[in-house]
């Protein structure tokens, strides 16, 4: 057999959405911060993320993690988050999918009933709680860097929709969020195309219309991601909603086109942004949970353990917390012959 590449992963979902974790094949990333070698990746290597996740080898909703050393001293291990169009700095889904990877295939020992860690992302080192029962990890808590709100309830003109009001905030990744009855949608699965559309469009016009930049880091630019929150359907939760992870360019001259796929799970920078807005509107306290739940039912619980500041910005130092499972292992080859060393996509499901 004659191959250029061979990428172990172990494919993993947390709360539905997909978080392929790689933990072998990966070249020598050059950097003193995982954010560093983040952007290594993405400069010299980036054709590894389009063979993860574009076909044959993947699809418009699943996300790429590759598990790399740490810089930070006091972290067990670095991961960096590859998407359908960025490299996310922190993400709280693929944050379950890599801990319950390190943890369950022993690459970081674990400890019944609770291993604790931290892992260094590119937006800093979080701290991990795993409950652990029989080898398995049962449920992942971690608290998340801090998140806070950029503009509240500000008008945005969005293409084919008018003007909604809508918000930007950091939860780890900078969204966009506007209540769905903005849009005339209820955020649940059987929806997933309008939301889809929708959020794209948010998206794109908060990106012209409300450019921000993290204080802490101006290389993290957005908003990139945005979301569309609706009241609980189920009484044992406190809000829902829908995030759309982009795949490809939005148009403004077809609104309409789909250009993302719904986030599986609830989101957990989705989640901690969320819960940023609803602290600077005065809905929700320090040390109250937030159970947010996907289009698909699944739930984070989110927390607001303290309150901080990030530069000139009122923020809260959420927690947040999830399952996630191993689902198989696989070995990614490419073959020099193969005529899509970068995969591809096709407008059926791509956009």
């Not at 970081?108 to 604790?116: D, F, L, S, Y």
């Not at 309830?153 to 780890?172: E, N």
């Not at 957005?222 to 044992?236: F, H, K, N, S, Y």
């Not at 020099?336 to 096709?346: K, V, Y």
Request: aromatic content about 6%; charged content about 20%.
């Amino acid at each position: 057999m004659k191959m250029t590449r061979m990428i172990t992963a172990v494919e993993a979902h947390a709360e539905g959405e997909g978080g392929r974790v790689i933990t072998g094949g990966m070249p020598v990333l050059k950097g003193n911060s995982v954010f560093e070698k983040m952007r290594y990746l993405e400069a010299h290597h980036d054709d590894i993320r389009l063979l993860m996740l574009r076909e044959p080898r993947g699809n418009p909703a699943l996300c790429c993690n590759a598990i790399v050393p740490p810089c930070d001293p006091s972290a067990d291990a670095g991961f960096i988050v590859m998407e359908q169009t960025e490299y996310a700095p922190m993400s709280g889904s693929n944050a379950i999918c890599v801990t319950t990877v390190l943890l369950e295939t022993g690459i970081v020992p674990m400890v019944e009933p609770v291993t604790t860690l931290r892992l260094e992302a590119p937006a800093g080192v979080i701290e991990v709680r795993a409950t652990c029962k029989d080898g398995k990890v049962e449920r992942v808590a971690f608290e998340n860097v801090p998140a806070f709100v950029a503009h509240l309830d500000v008008p945005l003109d969005v293409a084919g929709f008018g003007t909604i009001t809508a918000s930007i905030a950091w939860g780890g990744m900078w969204f966009v969020i506007a209540d769905a009855s903005e849009f005339g949608i209820d955020p649940v699965a059987e929806n997933g195309a309008a939301s889809v559309r929708a959020i794209e469009a948010m998206r794109h016009a908060a990106a012209e219309q409300y450019p921000v930049r993290h204080p802490d880091n101006p290389d993290l630019t957005g908003p990139t991601i945005g979301q569309i929150i609706a009241p609980p359907i189920d009484p044992a939760t406190h809000g829902r909603g829908a995030i759309s992870v982009s795949s490809g360019p939005f148009d403004p001259l077809r609104p309409d086109a789909l250009t993302g796929a719904l986030d599986r799970s609830p989101c957990g920078t989705g989640t901690c942004a969320k819960m940023a807005v609803l602290h600077a509107k005065g809905e929700l306290g320090v040390g109250e949970d937030y159970i947010n739940a996907s289009p698909i039912g699944t739930k984070f619980t989110g927390r607001i353990e303290r309150i901080t500041q990030v530069g000139d910005y009122d923020a809260i130092v959420p927690s947040l917390s999830g399952r996630g499972w191993i689902s198989g292992v696989a070995q990614w080859m490419l073959d020099p012959s193969d005529p899509f060393p970068e995969g591809f996509t096709i407008g059926d499901i791509w956009g």
